[in-house]
Structures are given as structure tokens and as C-alpha cells.
């Protein structure tokens, strides 16, 4: 098996084919005989210099340059970040070739320019292991320090239903903006819905006093708990007294406390969005405190023949839905909306694009 094969009826996470780990280890097949991979990807800045404030010096790409913690932007990302909204200006008309057709842009595999040394992208060999876990992953532990490193077990190419068992962008999106705003999240009770393989989650426990990893399904919850213990080095897992279940004093804890909802990439099917949103209402309508929520997605851009013209519709529902509940005036609960601007620092290696948005809803009780 020297490189994978993908059937057409699978989804693919832009993520894994850019991931920056060296190379995608394949640990086991799950219970549906899927392939399991795990990644390592990279904080640019440690949990450890993170919690202290120190002010610590990044090197990538054999180039460095200088960070300030606390909510200063990094010099490189804020330019990186410039020079991207000037490529993308044009919106999705930029998109478009000179007959109106979409061009999909991708980075390529080799770059002969040195300026462009940053395109550069690792194919996904996977290895199927002889030994055991420990011994396989003994070279990558020795290159890399725990302190800055989030290993996540996901699968690679899946059925749309299986979605969540892959590693998506909006996800590191949420991530960056929970590192950078890490003392707002201090001390909070936290719940997250769709959490997937639970990397938003394991960012943000590193700061928050509790956090709710839920989504469905005994396997991709399975993968979730593994993903937490292999990074105990990052928070301290918690105990539930039911696996995947909520006990009594759960629910209790959570509508005493819960601050915090969010939620990444779950926006891809209306049918979802439509019950995420129902599930907001009626979460934050039982909560005995205001809260605040934030919303991670991609718009993807589609060429459809029902439109014959480049649409897309989740994110157009997921707007038209998110704008229903800003509206909503029913007496009890007044949400109000607002984007997040993406010019927060960059602390996970990924492809911050054009199409990444971040929405942050405020509930709060009328009565």
C-alpha cells in the first residue's frame, strides 16, 4: 500500500492533503473497516509559553521570526494575511477563467521558485505498521516536544455520513481563534456540538475548566476518546461516569455553567444545519446563564446543473437559518450576530483561505 486509493463516492478533508506532518501513519482499521491515520500537526507557539505569557521565538522553514504574546498579531501572519485578501479581492470572480468556468487553484507538489517554498505539499503515503503503536511512533516522538504538538487519529477519504472522522479547516480556524483569545475562555464550562475527532475541543480544554466534546456515533466517539488521551500532555481528560452518555449531574453542570457553545464544519447539508439549529435554541433557552456561540465553516463553491452557475447552497441556507435566529422574537431569548474578522495570529499550520469564516452569537435571556 505505498500510496492510498480513494473511491468517487468519498469525501476527502483539503486538510490531509496539506498536512505538514512528514508522513500519515496508518495505526488500524476501525469498526467499519475504515483506515485510521494519526497526524501530528504543530503549534506554532507551545501550550507551555502560551499559559506563562512568555514571549517565545517561532522557526519554521528555516526562516524565524519574532512573536508577542497576548492579542499583538504575529508580523508574518498579519502580511501573509494582507497579501492573501489582495490575491482574493476580486471574490469568486476571481475564481472564474474567461468563460465563466470555475478554476479550482492547488498547490503544487514541487516549487522550482524559492519564493514560493511555502506552497509546498507532502503526499499522503500511508504505512501499515508491523510493530506495535509505541515503537512505531517512537522516531516521531524524539522530533517532536509535547508541548507543541496535537496528535489526532482521523481516517482519510470517508462517506459524506463519515465526515467527522476527518481533520477539517474550520476546525483549526476555531482552534487559532480559541489560542488567541485564550484568557476570554479561562475558567469556562464549555460545550461543543459535532465535535468530530475532537481537536477543537482538546485547543480549547487547554484553557477552559470544562469542556463537552459530543457528537454521534460509538466509533467516531471512540476515535474522540482516543484523540484525548493522546494528548494528556495538553489538559487532563475528564471522567464520565456513562461512556458516551450524560449522566444527571452532567446535564445539571452544564445548564448551571455552560458559557460557551461551538461548533466547526457542520454546516455542509441543510438538513443539519437546520437541526443544529433547533439544538441551539433549545440548549440555549435552558441555560441559566447568557452565552456566547461560535460557528466555524467553509463556504465551498459548486458547479451545479440544477443552477448551471457556481452556487453554494449550505453556506446560503446556513446565512438565511443564522439570520431567522438574530430575528427570532419570541419573548424569551434575543440572539444577536456578528462576524469575526480573521486577523487574529496564526497558530496551527494550514491554509487560512478566503472561503474560512467565523461567527460569533451572543444569547442572552430576556426574562
Known sequence: MDNPTFRSDTVLSDVHLHCPSKRHLMVRLNAVGQPVFLSYFKLLWSI?????????????????????????????????????????????????????????????????????????????????????????????????????????????????????????????????YILFKRDTFRGCSVLELGGGTGITSIIMAAAAKRVYCTDVGEDLLGMCEQNVALNKHLMEPGDPEAPYSWSEEEIADLLDHCSVIMAADVFYDDDLTDALFRTLYRITHNLRNSCTVYLALEKRLNFTLRHMDITCEAYSHFRNTLNDLENLQDGKMKYTVEPIKLDFCQFLVYERIQQLELWKVMANHLT
Open 48 to 176: 507551555e509559553d502560551l499559559a506563562s505569557g512568555k514571549h517565545v521565538r517561532e522557526i519554521t522553514t528555516g526562516r524565524e521570526h519574532q512573536c508577542t504574546s497576548g492579542n499583538e498579531l504575529c508580523d508574518k501572519g498579519r502580511s501573509n494575511m494582507k497579501e492573501e485578501g489582495e490575491l482574493n479581492s476580486e471574490g469568486v470572480e476571481a475564481l472564474l477563467d474567461d468563460d465563466g468556468d470555475l478554476e479550482v487553484v492547488r498547490r503544487p507538489r514541487s516549487v522550482s521558485d524559492l519564493q514560493a517554498e511555502d506552497l509546498l505539499r507532502d503526499i499522503a503515503c500511508p504505512v501499515i505498521l508491523m510493530k506495535g503503536k509505541e515503537d512505531a511512533f517512537e522516531d516521531e516522538e524524539q522530533e517532536c516536544t509535547c508541548s507543541d504538538v496535537v496528535k489526532i487519529e482521523h481516517t482519510m477519504a470517508t462517506p459524506l455520513e463519515d465526515v467527522g472522522k476527518q481533520v477539517w479547516r474550520a476546525a483549526f480556524l476555531l482552534a487559532d
